[in-house]
Every structure is written in C-alpha cells, then in structure tokens.
C-alpha cells in the first residue's frame, strides 16, 4: 500500500494565484516525521520543511505555508502568490520511527507556474 | 560551502557493463543514501548506509551495489545484472539519528547505449 499519496500528478496555474498541493500519508506509527521537498529542473532535491507528528500547529514561511492534520492524515503545502521560479516537482514525504531514518516518498506534483 | 557532489553528470553504459556513480560529501554527516527516480515514479531507495563499512539495501538493490570505505564518500556500482539502468540517479546524506533532513547531490543521469 502506498504510504504517501499525492494525487495531484501535474498542477498549473497562472502567475500569482494561490495553489495548494495536497498530501496524504499513511502510517501506524504514532512518532512519525514529515517532509516536502521542492526539485527544481536542475534535479537536486531541496528541503523545505520536516514536520513530526506531535506538533499540528501550521506553519508559515514567506510564500509558502504547510497545513498539518492528524486527523485526516493530511499534510498539505500552499504557496500563496505563485511565481515562475516555483515551478518544480514538489515531493512529500514520511519518516516512521521504527524505519532507521528511512523517508518514504509520495510520487510528487508537478507544478507550472504560467506567466 | 559544504554539500553532497556527484559525479558525473551525465553517465552512458553500454550492454554487459558496469559503471560506478561518485557520491561525495563534506557534511560531516554519518548517514548516506542512494536514490533512483524514474519519470512519475518518485524516488526509490536503493542502498543506505548509517556508518563506515556497514550498509544496507533498500527496496531495489538488485543489480546494484556499494561501499563505505569513508564517511565521505559512498559510491553506487550499477551492475550488467541490472537490466534496466536508465534513470536519474540521487545520492543523499543527513545526521544519523531523529529523522533528520536529507540533503541532495544534483544527480547523475544514466542512459544506455
């Protein structure tokens, strides 16, 4: 069964409107961790935020701000006022306790901002 | 500037060879790891290793291997045995222990002859 859903395969939207990828993870651990990663066409993977699973506050960082629900097992990313350098792959991703630092990855959206 | 450096860039490998993937890194970070990425697939780990000379595999290790002579340095052997190499290749590193972030080399794109 796959433990990171992204649904979204590929998202574009147009310069300055607000976009939210969505994720959804599965796990029966109760410490667990999650990441997003954004790639930009030059492949390197970048590391946006990790987030663990007691701590549901959301968070906000310039554009970009993440919404964390236990709840529906969601851990969504919204970036507000979209702009042509975020268009990357976006990946999220799950770190359970009992896995030795493993991180399992959601098969990532794609995102296009269009100028 | 510390980070994770692979080597090379771009990787071509005729039928019935091997080829080695460089993955170096100067973060002084003692876990190590090897991505593939394949077009809408995500990325799947294919070896890791938490300390010097010991390793483990991941969900697809067949055909592959590696080894952790030095904190710094964890190359991926891609081997005849693998039967389909063609993808982009990601080698990453972070601090053993509390999940911590990973980070990225910029990759190495392995193509077939």
């Known amino acids: 069964a796959q433990k990171v859903t992204q649904a979204q395969t590929e998202i574009s939207v147009v310069e300055k409107e607000d976009v939210t990828l969505d994720c959804v993870y599965e796990?029966?651990?109760?410490?667990?961790?999650l990441f997003w990663y954004k790639q930009p066409p030059s492949g390197e993977l970048v590391f946006l935020i990790r987030?663990?699973?007691?701590?549901?506050q959301n968070e906000i960082s310039g554009r970009y701000s993440w919404n964390f629900q236990k709840s529906t097992s969601s851990f969504n990313f919204t970036i507000t006022a979209s702009q042509v350098v975020d268009s990357a792959v976006y990946f999220c991703?799950?770190?359970?306790?009992?896995?030795?630092?493993?991180?399992?990855f959601g098969k990532g959206t794609r995102l296009h901002i269009l100028p | 500037d510390g980070g994770i450096t692979q080597s090379p860039k771009y990787l071509f490998r005729k039928e019935g060879q091997n080829v080695t993937l460089s993955c170096e890194q100067n973060?002084?970070?003692?876990?190590m790891y090897w991505y593939r990425q394949d077009p809408g697939q995500g990325l799947r780990l294919i070896y890791y290793?938490?300390?010097?000379?010991?390793?483990q595999k991941g969900d697809i290790a067949e055909g592959y291997s590696v080894s952790r002579e030095k904190k710094e340095s964890f190359p991926l052997t891609v081997t005849s045995a693998q039967k389909n190499p063609t993808a982009f290749y990601l080698c990453?590193?972070?601090?053993?222990?509390?999940?911590?972030?990973?980070?990225f080399g910029d990759g190495t794109r392995l193509s077939i002859l």
């Open positions: 973060l002084n970070h003692d876990a």
């Open positions: 290793s938490q300390i010097v000379n010991d390793f």
């Open positions: 991703a799950l770190s359970e306790t009992n896995r030795d630092d493993k991180i399992i």
């Open positions: 796990t029966r651990d109760t410490t667990y961790y």
């Open positions: 987030r663990n699973s007691f701590d549901e």
């Open positions: 990453a590193s972070s601090p053993f222990g509390g999940h911590q972030p990973q980070h």
